[in-house]
């Protein structure tokens, strides 16, 4: 069901004001689905070149890491924590180790309260567009201590999103509000509750709710985060013409209140009528 094998969630570290943030919720997550936690730092050497001191912009990198290493610590002090400087782009250096990561974590830089200004390529975006595995984008807000959100259209992507967001509650002990939208005018097929059920029997223990809204998709699933400690949704949905992002994971990473996993680079362990 998960990522890699084995992997880390990974996590880029800046000099953001919020970075210590998105690594203490990082290090969270690590520690509920027992991996290791990996710092990132995308280190501009054509930058530092034509700076006063190299040097100096070396060890303010090797600073940042530092100070987010003791940030982890104090929240989670039994993850196993990295950390490792890196030449290039920050989202390309996060896009590279997404191959090998079980997750990778990044800030929304402040796009879930600037209403319609989100530029296409905020990194939050290009990653959530482009990564290897599932990717948590960060709010600046800690979230509420509520359920597990996932949006199901019955499409592949979706039963994998599903089956991620049984086993986050699993390991936060939260139970799973599983949330179909249907557009006005559309039929409803009534598969959310059978899917629920399928995946459900491989967590008995996870309590689940099923509701099924009439009304836009991505509105539907904003609202019903405002009260989740957690968001899924898979990274395309049934929309496969709309690129590598699809519209309701779109607006959720531009809107939702709460952290957003937008699911991808995994396939389901459910098969498919089953």
């Known amino acids: 069901m998960t990522g890699s094998t084995g992997g880390p969630v990974v996590v880029g570290v800046g000099p953001a004001p919020d970075d210590l943030a ?5 290090a969270r997550e690590a520690a509920a689905h027992g991996r290791g936690l990996a710092l990132l730092h995308a280190f501009n050497w054509e930058a530092a070149l034509v700076g006063p ?5 070396r060890d303010a990198a090797e600073e940042l890491v530092a100070r987010a290493a003791t940030a982890a610590n104090e929240v989670e002090p039994a993850v196993p924590v990295s950390g490792e400087i890196v030449e290039g ?3 390309e250096a ?3 180790r997404s191959a090998t990561a079980f997750l990778v974590a990044i800030g929304d830089g402040g796009m879930a309260g600037c209403g319609a200004c989100v530029p296409a390529d905020a990194p939050a975006v290009q990653l959530a ?8 984008v960060v709010r600046r807000d800690p979230p509420p201590p509520g359920p597990v959100l996932v949006g199901v259209d019955g499409s592949p992507s979706s039963r994998a999103a599903l089956d991620f967001a049984f086993d986050c509650a699993a390991r936060r002990q939260a139970r799973v509000i599983a949330v179909r939208a249907v557009e006005p005018g559309r039929p409803d097929d009534d598969v959310l509750g059978a899917l629920v059920a399928e995946v459900g029997r491989q967590h008995p223990r996870v309590p689940a709710e099923c509701h099924t809204v009439r ?3 991505g509105t539907v699933l904003v609202e019903q985060s405002r ?7 898979g990274a395309r949905g049934d929309q496969p013409g709309r690129g590598m992002l699809g519209e309701v994971s779109q607006t959720l990473l531009y809107h939702a209140p709460a952290p957003v996993i937008v699911v991808r680079g995994i396939v389901s362990a459910v098969p498919a009528g089953a």
């Open 22 to 26: 998105v690594v203490r919720l990082a």
């Open 53 to 57: 001191s190299v040097a100096g912009s």
């Open 89 to 91: 782009a920050p989202v």
């Open 94 to 96: 996060l896009i590279r």
């Open 129 to 136: 567009a482009r990564a290897g595995c599932p990717v948590l």
């Open 215 to 217: 009304g836009d998709p």
């Open 227 to 233: 009260s989740a400690q957690v968001a899924l949704v």
